[in-house]
């Protein structure tokens, strides 16, 4: 019995613990008095420990893990230079697909409001920030002191400060070995905490859930699947119509043929719920595409680490969400944040289960929202977790074929099946 409980993913542990803490809720709120709910030690006691608990352990690691995460993403693509406008291009495009992502998702939940009906106003402790305008945003990305910033958790200029430091580390490499592996060796410090954070999570998600629907009962339900439908929604759109459109636009390829190749590549995302492991399958299959493996080796595991266009979907749609819950009206200056911010979150934070709820809360401080919202849709992101990142390598390979392309490094006739892939690119060494 014990060795089965051992097998249980950290995932599915994630998704038990919101059940059994909304079921707990929903009996206490159908069968308990109210003023017993908001009395009880129970409720306001133990629940709120647990969960209030599990989100301070978070917001700890928001900071040091997105700085060091930066820095060390930032410094490793030092290697551009060597590949000229190849790496250029390929973080363009990553960038500017995640950007599209997150503007999207905000653009859905804006229109289907999945926060609404879910009245969290009460267990509101922050106030949001949408008074600033556009020039007083850029202003405060600035860092004046960022060792102040870096204390106090202002997010856009720890952001800033960590992609100058990283440039820097990127330009100075062979005299800054000592500095590189310290900010290494501090990341590998941070996600291995993160490890141990998350362990925690079935616990804090079933207290979280077992508070909230003690006072909110089924009417939290419609929010919740709302939320669900406009982040798949998001993602749909992502992959079968902004990726196939961008194809098309920059390549004139036909996305069909992509995806009959590509298909066995995102159902492997789907089960593993892991870009870093569908590496391998996935520069076979762009091989197979005619994408010259020179190109690929590259762009992949780079893609692999900044583009989250998946993540920055779940993000999006969880910020709608949550100001929603909450009765704020993000301005159009919070907005702009959102997406600037998501995009910097994609750098340099994979490799970590959930990771992508960690980087929520820095997205949620980006704009003053209380981060307690996490808690309620932190159960069911395992399973949202396995389509996006399904898409993530989705736009990872889509990427690589339009880089490819205008590098006229993709042979067309494999693309579109008249050559065996085996015949091509196999003495290429250099661009």
């Given at each position: 019995m014990?060795?089965?409980l ?5 995932g599915?542990w994630m998704l038990?613990?919101?059940i ?6 929903i009996?206490?709120?159908?069968f308990?008095?109210?003023?017993f709910?908001?009395?009880t ?5 133990v629940?709120?420990?647990g969960g ?10 928001v900071?040091p ?7 060390v ?15 250029g291009r390929?973080?363009l ?7 599209l992502?997150?503007s999207i ?10 926060g609404?009906?879910l009245?969290?106003?009460?267990l509101?402790q922050g106030?949001v920030?949408?008074?600033?305008t ?8 600035i ?5 102040s910033s870096l204390?106090?958790g ?15 580390l ?15 060796q501090?990341?590998?410090?941070m ?5 141990i954070?998350?362990?925690f999570?079935?616990i804090g998600i079933?207290?979280?859930m077992?508070?909230?629907?003690a ?6 339900l419609l ?6 439908g406009?982040?798949l929604?998001?993602?749909a759109?992502q992959?079968?119509v902004?990726?196939?459109s961008?194809?098309?636009i ?7 043929k992509?995806?009959r ?6 159902f ?13 399958l996935?520069l076979?299959?762009?091989s ?11 762009t ?7 583009n ?15 100001a929603?819950?909450y ?6 200056t919070a907005l702009?944040?959102?997406v ?22 820095m997205?949620?401080n ?7 919202a996490i808690?309620v849709i932190m ?14 390598v989705?736009g990872d390979a ?7 392309f ?5 042979d ?5 099946g ?7 690119w196999?003495d290429i060494?250099?661009?």
């Amino acid at each position: 019995m014990i060795s089965k409980l051992k097998t249980i993913s950290l995932g599915n542990w994630m998704l038990i613990g919101m059940i059994l803490g909304f079921i707990l809720g929903i009996l206490l709120n159908l069968f308990v008095a109210d003023t017993f709910i908001k009395d009880t030690i129970l409720v306001n006691n133990v629940f709120y420990l647990g969960g209030t608990g599990f989100i301070r352990l978070m917001k700890m690691l928001v900071v040091p893990l997105v700085f060091f995460s930066i820095v060390v993403g930032v410094a490793s693509i030092s290697d551009i230079k060597k590949i000229g406008t190849i790496g250029g291009r390929t973080i363009l495009i990553y960038l500017i697909t995640t950007a599209l992502a997150v503007s999207i998702a905000l653009m859905i939940a804006s229109v289907i409001q999945p926060g609404q009906g879910l009245n969290m106003v009460g267990l509101a402790q922050g106030n949001v920030t949408t008074n600033a305008t556009i020039t007083d945003t850029v202003l405060n990305m600035i860092p004046e002191n960022p060792f102040s910033s870096l204390a106090n958790g202002d997010m856009l200029p720890v952001i800033i400060f960590g992609l100058l430091v990283g440039i820097i580390l990127a330009k100075l490499r062979e005299e800054t070995d000592v500095v590189n592996k310290f900010f290494e060796q501090g990341n590998s410090i941070m996600m291995e905490m993160t490890r141990i954070v998350m362990k925690f999570a079935p616990i804090g998600i079933f207290c979280l859930m077992a508070k909230t629907f003690a006072s909110l009962g089924f009417e939290g339900l419609l929010p919740l699947a709302k939320y669900i439908g406009c982040v798949l929604l998001g993602l749909a759109i992502q992959a079968f119509v902004v990726y196939p459109s961008l194809l098309v636009i920059m390549t004139r390829l036909n996305p069909i043929k992509f995806f009959r190749k590509f298909i066995s590549v995102m159902f492997f995302a789907f089960s593993s719920s892991t870009s870093n492991a569908t590496i391998p399958l996935n520069l076979e299959k762009l091989s197979e595409l005619g994408v010259s493996r020179e190109v690929s080796s590259f762009t992949i595991p780079l893609g692999a680490t900044i583009n989250m266009d998946g993540t920055a979907i779940m993000q999006g749609c969880a910020v709608m969400f949550a100001a929603q819950a909450y009765g704020m009206d993000l301005g159009l200056t919070a907005l702009i944040t959102v997406v600037f911010t998501a995009v910097m979150a994609s750098i340099g934070t994979a490799g970590v289960p959930s990771v992508g709820l960690i980087t929520l809360t820095m997205v949620f401080n980006s704009v003053g929202l209380p981060v307690d919202a996490i808690g309620v849709i932190m159960g069911i992101d395992h399973i949202l977790d396995m389509v996006r990142t399904a898409v993530n390598v989705t736009g990872d390979a889509i990427c690589t074929i339009i880089v490819s392309f205008k590098a006229h490094l993709i042979d067309l006739d494999v693309y579109n099946g008249r050559k065996s892939p085996t015949e091509s690119w196999d003495d290429i060494t250099e661009f």
